[in-house]
């Protein structure tokens, strides 16, 4: 048996733009993608502590040092630029699996560069 289980994310990211004229997504600093050990195209669910709103959708990866956290096509009506999300990241695995593995949780500063 498979279950999901929180895998990565990154906390408190900053939204710098919202790009409503695009097909979907969320752009991320390869960076940040790196660090938090996400992937292109990977499912994330996105949750935006300014307005409570909870949505899914897919990374496009953006530049590398760019600080870059976009909200593409839909996505950028559930957020504003300025706004605090985090970023979440789930796996399926078997409840042994589970039992050693350990999230990643990386922690950005309000320009979306890795804190110490």
């Keep these: 048996m498979f279950l999901q289980f929180f895998k990565s994310k990154i906390h408190r990211a900053t939204v710098t733009e919202a790009n409503l004229n695009y097909v979907g997504s969320i752009t991320i600093d390869e960076v940040l993608m790196e660090a938090a050990n996400l992937y292109e195209g990977e499912k994330v669910q996105i949750v935006n502590n300014n307005n ?34 985090i970023i979440i990241s789930y796996a399926f695995m078997t409840p042994e699996e589970a039992k050693n593995f350990h999230p990643i949780s990386i922690h950005v500063d309000e320009k979306n560069r890795l804190k110490d």
């Design 52 to 85: 409570g709103e909870r949505f899914e959708t897919y990374i496009i990866k953006g530049e590398k040092n760019s600080g870059r956290i976009c909200l593409n096509g839909a996505a950028a009506r559930k957020a504003e630029i300025g706004d605090i999300i």
